[in-house]
């Protein structure tokens, strides 16, 4: 047993958290449909695309759904920069429907166009689009679903069907020409949008925004800060007073809290798998819009608070909640390094458990770098979007802990048409159609969105 690990027990058995190991990579797939049917190694080597957008397994095809710069078909501007965390959502006749996110900041070059009843602040270049596909996956329509927003990086779906944009930023007004505070979440419908408009989700926290996810039992929302510097954020969860209460119904309010594993301020250090802390306390947020000082940096009592580098991707599986950190560095003040975590929280036990982690020491090793946003493939398996340096894949990742490449993303030139320095795309977003049939995913500049379609296994 590692010193690492020693202190960390330790600490909790002084305070009766209550560790054990279980060293459970299947238990990131426990309880759902797909637990029954995950074991398979892969599709094969990836193939280069003639074409040099998306490399794939031999038997798979890509459709380009929509490129950074074309014009939407609702003639309101240019589609606009930066394509990150997207949803789809089944509609009648065999139509899918996708939500997406704008990671604009200021100096985006193609901001998300302001349409009158959907802007929150002008001077915001962030927002979504909205796709409309036919059951042949051809592009019905695309037009604006929410403008004037900032740096709008992941989020997730609601059990109503609408999608939860977070923005990844704590700029006020006043900061970088913004008019308005920023750091919220927002509603967006994904075929009338003007139905949810640009309404700030403020009692559910003014803070950089990563990723949510719904318990579809309880209503409870969880979500991720993504820090990237010390001090690290946090996970929280949001109480609504309107529990399920379908479109809008966040709006009403309700309690933020913020994640206290007890007598572990980081959890960088924990890099066993199957790692499981019991007793996980939930404090209240003493300022959830944040008018002073971060939420990250507030009192939480003599208990303090849990941190963690780089919360990125959640997501709900079967009665759990899960959760990346994608890396953590000692040089940026994490505890301890590691190359990705994927943690587990379950409600009914208040459970807290390291399912994954990523790296060269470990058995699950992603041949690139660090996870950013996930989700289960319908078929069985996790499908984890790289977030690194170099080329830039979608992995798939057995229950057994192999590792696969799904995608592989080309090299992105300059304008002179060749590249001095190689730089990559990462991807984002990636997400299933309701059948199965089809895996969406973005890559993040120049922002494209894919259809990838092939012999999906089950």
Known sequence: MSAT????????????AGIAFTGALSELFAGTAAAQSLGHTGYGPLVPDPHGLLDLPKGFRYTVLSREGDQLRSGEGRVPSNHDGMAAFAGRGGRTHLVRNHENRVTAPI??????????????K?????????ARRHVLSERVAIAGTAVNCAGGRTPWGTWLTCEETEDKAGTNGYTKDHGFIFEVH??????????????MGRFQHEAVAIDPRSGIVYETEDAFLKPFGLFYRFL?????????????GGRLQAMRVPGVPDLSPV?????????????????????????????????????AQK??????????????SSFARGADGSAADHYGQIWRYDPARRRLTLVVVFGPDTDVQLPGESPDNICLAPGGGLMVCEDGNGAQHVFGVTRKGEVYPMARGRQVLTAGGTAQEPEWGEFAGVTFSADGETMYVNCYTPGTTFAVTGPWRG
Request: with cysteine.
């Open 126 to 134: 962030g927002g979504c689009t909205a796709l409309t596909l036919d």
């Open 111 to 124: 901001p998300v166009p302001t349409v009158s009843g959907l802007t929150y602040d002008p001077a915001g």
């Open 240 to 252: 609504p007073d309107k529990p399920l209460g379908g479109v809008g119904s966040l709006r009403a």
């Open 190 to 203: 994904p075929t009338d949008p003007h139905r949810t408009g640009a309404v700030p989700l403020t009692a």
């Open 311 to 324: 919360l990125e991707g959640c997501y709900w599986g079967g009665s759990c909640v899960y959760f990346v």
């Open 271 to 307: 890099q066993e798998p199957g790692t499981r802390f019991d007793g996980i306390e939930w404090v209240d947020v003493p300022d959830p819009l944040a008018a002073s000082t971060p939420t990250r940096l507030q009192d939480y009592g003599p208990g303090g608070i849990t941190h």
């Open 5 to 16: 690990r020693r202190q960390v027990l330790a600490r909790a058995s002084a305070l009766g």
